[in-house]
């Protein structure tokens, strides 16, 4: 078994990562593999200056300082493995710095945005439609909106991980599970889809994901992604899959939600990950502030 495949057993094994991540992992090291290769290296050989000129070769390669970033966790990940599992006696990685990022906020809508992406994806539940997909279409956005979910979870969503009561079971990072309650918009677009459009598309598939494609199958990211992107552009909004989580994050504490309390809600580990949305919020605050005070600006 490759040296890649004996780490990705042990990712999948030991620390429970999700395909997606594993793909992720299994892509930047490939890069690092095949620097390693074109310099006639190994994982076993390579050193500490031939690891900076490997950082160096992303860069001039036109790599993205986050993409940088995240490759060199991959391969400092890799050779600390290496060392535990005796196959290196040093870390040729541990003074191996990745670039500095620039600190971005994430960029949240307004809740008139939301409304308007949400009316661009789809009829309310009471329209009496007959555009099923666009039904499905409106219920995924909503739930997204409602739950702050990824859409890694959306997808991976059952029919038997939501209840009556509005509760959902989010399956998240590290397949660590948390219950996030959904709210009334939400649960009523989620029953009109699956009263009115789900049991058509199970008829073609049978699977037992909550939604489903054309083919009756699990939908998958990509297809999230176009539902995201058509509606973002109906409405003339640059959004991303994260807009919404973003959102939800930010407008839960513009509305007084402890940070701790989102911090479970979005199933983020540390509350220092959740607290940048409480940075965005004091943004806002301060906009408003110059804009409206008569003796805030010199």
């Known amino acids: ?174 397949s660590k599970e948390r219950v996030v309650p959904l709210g009334g918009f939400a649960m009523r677009s989620l029953q009109a889809y699956l009263v009115r459009t789900r049991p058509y598309l199970a008829e073609k598939g049978g699977d037992n994901a909550l939604f489903l494609n054309g083919r009756g199958t699990r939908l998958s990211r990509q297809s999230i992604w176009a539902i995201i992107q058509k509606a973002g552009k109906a409405c003339d909004l640059e959004v991303s899959p994260h807009s919404l989580r973003h959102s939800f994050a930010t407008h839960l504490i513009e509305g007084g939600a402890d940070v701790r309390v989102v911090q479970e809600l979005l199933g983020h580990a540390s509350v220092a990950t959740t607290q940048i949305y409480t940075l965005m919020t004091v943004d806002t605050l301060r906009e408003v502030y110059l804009g409206a005070h008569p003796r805030a600006r010199r």
């Open 1 to 174: 078994m490759l040296p890649i495949d004996i780490y990705l057993r042990h990712l999948s094994v030991e620390r429970g990562l999700s395909k997606n991540t594993l793909s992720a992992y299994k892509s930047d090291l490939g890069i690092y593999f095949s620097f390693l290769e074109s310099n006639s290296l190994t994982e076993l050989t390579v050193s500490a200056p031939e690891l900076v000129d490997f950082s160096a070769s992303l860069n001039a390669a036109g790599y993205k300082a986050t993409s940088i970033s995240r490759i060199l966790a991959a391969v400092r990940g890799f050779h600390k493995f290496l060392v535990l599992e005796d196959k290196r006696l040093d870390d040729p990685t541990s003074k191996l710095r990745p670039p500095k990022l620039a600190f971005r906020l994430p960029k949240a809508l307004s809740q008139q945005q939301v409304l308007d992406l949400l009316t661009a994806a789809g009829p309310e539940p009471e329209e009496k439609s007959t555009d099923l997909l666009r039904l499905r279409d409106r219920a995924i956005l909503e739930l997204m909106y409602s739950t702050g979910a990824r859409v890694s979870e959306v997808v991976g969503l059952d029919l038997d991980e939501i209840d009556d009561s509005g509760l959902i079971r989010v399956r998240g990072k590290g």
